[in-house]
């Protein structure tokens, strides 16, 4: 699944005018409303087929390949945070339904994905318990339904999402393989929303509380095979993985361009401080961290296209990006200094932005799990592909 190289080039071109001309203008809106203006930002990106990037062309989608999504990703990681979030979050979970679904699911669903119409969140996180074999929701089954209780919290875009992919057990005593997705629609009786306090940075959206009482779902909106959901997720959603380590790249090589243009314009002591050896330092390790997440970004991506399965790729990569962009948001700062910690510029939101990326698709530790496990098992680099 790609575009055409010539297809990609105008699309990409059309997409970076899109994000720096009609999205970037409403930065200081966000910031100093706390909420993205929705009813002028959701149909602009659905106007620029955002919400069908990784859908499959057969679908209405774009059909982006992994390695064609991440500039583009990394480009609205540029850009106010809010704005990423809503298109991350939205196009990682198209994706999951496009590799989980039943055909008949998948041409119900992901012609609607693509254009927008319908918006999916991902629910997986809980207040009462950790990710993965601790969850406590619960699904038993009556009939041709599934009755639904338990309760999600941080989930993104939970303000307009039509559909919630909601990880649940459906059979407790099989442990790791009795977790089920259920695509929960937002209209279910017993199901309700609320919004949790602001953020620190990616300001502007809703991150939700889910709480689902005795909701009955169709059996039909399970996704993938009943309870091997969590089990299929894992394997769906590595790329996702990947994809934060895109964000990282973005916002580090803004926070990048910006110490850049910064550190030639403020003279001290009569000479820009570009020509101080200590500047120059926090500049070359802020290039060296953005080359190297760049390099692993893009070799993981290639890998992914190529069909393989990447789990300490995507985790490597998701450690890394989050290290960096730290490392450089942090450099960022220095370079700015005092003037740097105000909004005058936008590395204090970058800074904000970024430290989000510790986050999202798992902390590190479970990265460091992951990678640890791969390598425990026999994991090693495969020379032919040059990895
Ligand atoms: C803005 C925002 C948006 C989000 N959007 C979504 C979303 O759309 N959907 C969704 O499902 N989730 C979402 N999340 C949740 C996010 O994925 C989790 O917050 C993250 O994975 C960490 O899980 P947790 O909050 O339960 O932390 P915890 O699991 O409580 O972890 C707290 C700390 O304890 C450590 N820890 C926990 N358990 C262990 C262990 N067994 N061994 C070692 N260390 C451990 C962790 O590393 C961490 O340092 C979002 C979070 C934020 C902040």
């Excluded at 790609?2 to 990409?12: D, P």
């Excluded at 399970?222 to 091997?228: L, N």
Aim: aromatic share 8%; hydrophobic share 40%.
């Amino acid at each position: 699944m790609a575009l055409t190289a010539e297809a990609y080039r105008k699309f990409k071109k059309e997409m970076i005018e899109f994000i720096w001309e009609e999205l970037d203008p409403y930065e200081d809106e966000i910031e100093s409303t706390d909420k993205v203006p929705l009813d002028k930002v959701l149909p602009k990106l659905r106007r620029m087929h955002c919400f069908g990037m990784l859908v499959p062309e057969g679908y209405g989608g774009v059909g982006l390949s992994a390695s064609q999504y991440v500039p583009i990703l990394a480009e609205f990681s540029k850009i106010h945070g809010g704005i990423r979030v809503i298109v991350h979050v939205h196009n990682t979970t198209a994706k999951a339904v496009a590799q989980l679904a039943s055909e008949p699911q998948k041409q119900e669903l992901l012609p609607r994905i693509a254009t927008g119409e319908y918006s999916v969140a991902f629910g997986l996180t809980e207040p009462d318990a950790g990710t993965g074999r601790d969850l406590q929701s619960r699904a038993v089954r009556d009939g041709d339904e599934f009755i639904l209780n338990g309760r999600k919290h941080l989930i993104t875009n939970s303000e307009f999402a039509s559909h919630f992919m909601t990880f649940c057990y459906t059979d407790p005593s099989r442990g790791a393989h009795g977790i089920s997705a259920l695509l929960v629609d937002r209209e279910t009786p017993g199901f309700t929303i609320r919004a949790m306090p602001p953020l620190m940075g990616c300001r502007g959206g809703e991150h939700g509380y889910l709480t689902f009482k005795d909701c009955r779902v169709p059996a039909k909106n399970i996704m993938g095979t009943e309870g091997e959901g969590l089990v299929q997720m894992t394997v769906a959603l590595e790329v996702s993985r990947l994809f934060i380590a895109a964000t990282s790249l973005g916002t580090a090589e803004r926070a990048l361009d910006l110490s850049l243009a910064f550190s030639k314009k403020r003279v001290t002591f009569g000479k820009p401080i570009a020509e101080r050896q200590a500047v120059q330092t926090y500049l070359a390790e802020m290039a060296t961290d953005v080359y190297a997440l760049r390099s692993m970004v893009h070799d993981a991506a290639r890998k992914a296209d190529r069909g393989e399965r990447i789990p300490a790729e995507a985790s490597m990569c998701k450690l890394f990006g989050l290290e960096a962009v730290g490392r450089v948001t942090d450099r960022a700062l220095l370079v700015h200094g005092g003037v740097g910690y105000t909004r005058k510029y936008p590395i204090e939101r970058l800074y904000r932005d970024a430290r989000l990326n510790w986050l999202e698709e798992g902390p590190p530790t479970i990265q460091q799990l992951v990678i640890a496990r791969n390598f425990l098992d026999g994991y090693r680099w495969d020379d032919d592909h040059g990895g």
